[in-house]
C-alpha cells in the first residue's frame, strides 16, 4: 500500500513512521517545508492526515486555525480526489464535542465545540464528509489526549511535577479521563487503512483513569515515591482561580469507542499501564 503521510516529524506522525515504514510504502509531505503545487498524488492508495494546529495553551486566532485545519486540509483532500487517490484518513479530536462532560462520548454524540480549535476540526470534518463518495472514501478519528514517548504540553509538565514533588493535593479525585497511548492510535490508523471504513470512529484506551490513578501510575513508572494528600479547599480555590486547570484535573472526559472497535473488529494492543511506562522509559512499544 502506498500513502502519503503529513505531519510526520510530530508526536503521532513520527511514531506512525517509525513503527509502519517497512509495512507500507511511505510518501511524506510537509505544508511548511514542501510546495504543495508541486506534490504529485499520482499512484497512492491513501492520505493520512496528521498536520494540523493544535490546541495552543498560549492562543491562537481563529483565522490561524482555518488556514491549517479546514483550508489545508480541503485543498489536500480535493487534489487527492482529484488525483484517484480512494482514500482519505483525517486525524480530529473530542474537542469537536465540546468540552469535558459528565455523559460519555460516543461515535454519534452531537458535536457543539466551544473554541477555536475544536470549531476548525468540526468544520473540515463536515466538508470532507462532503467530498465523501463510492470512490472516495473519507475516514475520521477523533482522539482525547494522545501520550507516549515524546508528549508535550500538560503531560510533559505533570510528569516533571511528580519527578521533582514528592507531595501533591490529588489524594482521592473522583474523575474519569480518557485518553490514548500513540501506539494504540496508530494501530487504529492501521486498521482503518487496512478496513478501508468510510465514518466516524474514536481512538481510546481501554480503562479511564482518575487524576489520582493518572498520577500513581507515572509515578510508579518514574520509580519515585509520591504522596497524595488532601488539601481543604485546594479544589474550590483552583477552580475560582484557574477554572481551565480544574476542568483537567477534576472534570470527566470519557469516551466509549465500543461501536468503533465493533465496526472495525479492533483491539488495543497496548494496557494503559505499558503506555505510560513506555511513554516515560523512552521505549515506546
Not at 19 to 43: A, P, W
Not at 60 to 89: M, P, W
Not at 215 to 226: F, N
Not at 257 to 274: D, H, I, V
Request: proline share 3%; glycine share 6%; aromatic share 10%.
Amino acid at each position: 500500500m502506498k500513502i502519503l503521510l503529513t505531519g510526520a516529524n510530530g508526536f503521532i506522525g513520527s511514531y506512525f513512521l517509525d513503527k509502519y515504514r517497512l509495512e507500507y510504502q511511505i510518501k511524506t509531505f510537509s505544508f511548511l517545508k514542501n510546495n504543495f503545487d508541486s506534490l504529485d498524488l499520482s499512484g497512492l492508495n491513501t492520505i493520512v492526515h496528521l498536520s494540523a494546529l493544535v490546541h495552543q495553551m498560549g492562543g491562537a486566532n481563529s483565522n490561524e486555525y482555518e488556514k491549517v485545519n479546514v483550508i489545508q486540509t480541503l485543498e489536500l483532500a480535493k487534489k487527492a480526489k482529484d488525483s484517484g487517490v480512494r482514500h482519505f484518513i483525517f486525524m480530529s479530536t473530542v474537542k469537536v464535542y465540546g468540552d469535558e462532560s459528565d455523559t460519555a462520548y460516543t461515535e454519534k454524540t452531537p458535536c457543539h465545540p466551544q473554541d477555536d480549535y475544536g470549531q476548525s476540526k468540526w468544520h473540515a470534518e463536515l466538508e470532507l464528509q462532503k467530498l465523501s463518495d463510492e470512490h472516495f472514501t473519507v475516514s475520521i478519528i477523533r482522539t482525547p489526549i494522545v501520550y507516549g514517548t515524546g508528549v508535550k504540553a500538560n503531560i510533559k509538565n505533570l510528569i516533571k511535577l511528580i519527578s521533582k514533588v514528592p507531595i501533591l493535593p490529588f489524594a482521592n479525585t473522583k474523575n474519569r479521563r480518557s485518553m490514548v497511548y500513540v501506539g494504540n492510535l496508530c494501530a487504529l490508523i492501521a486498521q482503518v487503512l487496512a478496513r478501508r471504513e468510510a465514518g466516524i470512529f474514536l481512538a481510546c484506551d481501554d480503562t479511564s483513569l482518575s487524576t489520582t490513578e493518572f498520577i500513581r501510575e507515572i509515578a510508579t513508572s518514574l520509580g519515585k515515591k509520591c504522596y497524595l494528600i488532601d488539601i481543604p479547599f485546594f479544589e474550590n480555590l483552583l477552580k475560582y482561580f484557574k477554572p481551565t486547570f480544574h476542568q483537567r484535573l477534576f472534570g470527566n472526559l470519557i469516551v466509549d469507542n465500543t461501536e468503533t472497535k465493533k465496526k472495525l473488529g479492533f483491539r488495543n494492543p497496548y494496557s494503559t499501564a505499558e503506555g505510560i511506562k513506555a511513554m516515560i522509559t523512552g521505549n515506546n512499544l
